[in-house]
T-cell receptor, first 117, second 114 residues
Framework: GAVVSQHPSRVICKSGTSVKIECRSL??????MFWYRQFPKQSLMLMAT?????????EQGVEKDKFLINHASLTLSTLTVASAHPEDSSFYIC?????????????FGPGTRLTVL | AQSVTQLGSHVSVSEGALVLLRCNYS??????LFWYVQYPNQGLQLLLK??????LVKGINGFEAEFKKSETSFHLTKPSAHMSDAAEYFC????????????FGAGTILRVKS
């Protein structure tokens, strides 16, 4: 099956630091990737849809200037948490849309645990 | 309005017993339906998917789910639970009504007792 990687898997940083998370589709090209956020004991919340070569589409309530998304190639999308604060601590998961997208099947990365001190 | 409802945030079964995780969707048009499993501190792994072909869908690890349009349900079952099945399970729906995005249920944590 299609493989999606994320880097780093875990990051601990001080408040005010910007953190970049990478999402890569390893064996397929993905024009569309998604970024989710998952708080402890909760479901996944879609943050934004990342489209290769164009601006990301953010869900309501997600700050564009806080969560910067770049999808510069067909295999890489990055999420930068700008000036992270403790409330940004969460599990961030990306996914990539594979194939023609007819069934909207997304393949998920292993997630990145962000802890802001 | 809730698009996907998973009944029971926690389900506990004995090893070897039937696993039944419930999922109901709200849509006037049959959507695409998915079940994912998540182990602690990991991403999501697709168990199975319904894409308007056979209503009984077989997935990995012995799981299967049946799409019942009349009940707007897509419950996940496994005849015999194994200790390694202990994880969190998410039902998700997608399709044109959802902007071709995945909408997840709240999740059900499955505990398997020895």
């Amino acid at each position: 099956g299609a493989v999606v990687s994320q880097h780093p898997s875990r990051v601990i940083c001080k408040s005010g630091t910007s953190v970049k998370i990478e999402c890569r589709s390893l064996d397929f090209q993905a024009t569309t990737m998604f970024w989710y956020r998952q708080f402890p004991k909760q479901s996944l919340m879609l943050m934004a849809t990342s489209n290769e070569g164009s601006k990301a589409t953010y869900e309501q309530g997600v700050e564009k200037d806080k969560f910067l998304i770049n999808h510069a190639s067909l295999t890489l999308s990055t999420l930068t948490v700008a000036s992270a604060h403790p409330e940004d601590s969460s599990f961030y998961i990306c996914s990539a849309l594979a194939g023609g997208g007819e069934y909207n099947e997304q393949f998920f990365g292993p997630g990145t645990r962000l802890t802001v001190l | 309005a809730q698009s996907v409802t998973q009944l029971g945030s926690h389900v506990s079964v004995s090893e070897g017993a039937l696993v039944l995780l419930r999922c109901n969707y709200s849509s006037s048009v049959p959507p695409y339906l998915f079940w994912y499993v998540q182990y602690p501190n990991q991403g999501l792994q697709l168990l199975l998917k319904y894409t308007s072909a056979a209503t009984l869908v077989k997935g990995i690890n012995g799981f299967e789910a049946e799409f019942k349009k009349s009940e707007t349900s897509f419950h996940l079952t496994k005849p015999s639970a194994h200790m390694s099945d202990a994880a969190e399970y998410f039902c998700a729906v997608s399709g044109s009504l959802y902007g071709n995005k995945l909408v997840f249920g709240a999740g059900t944590i499955l505990r398997v007792k020895s």
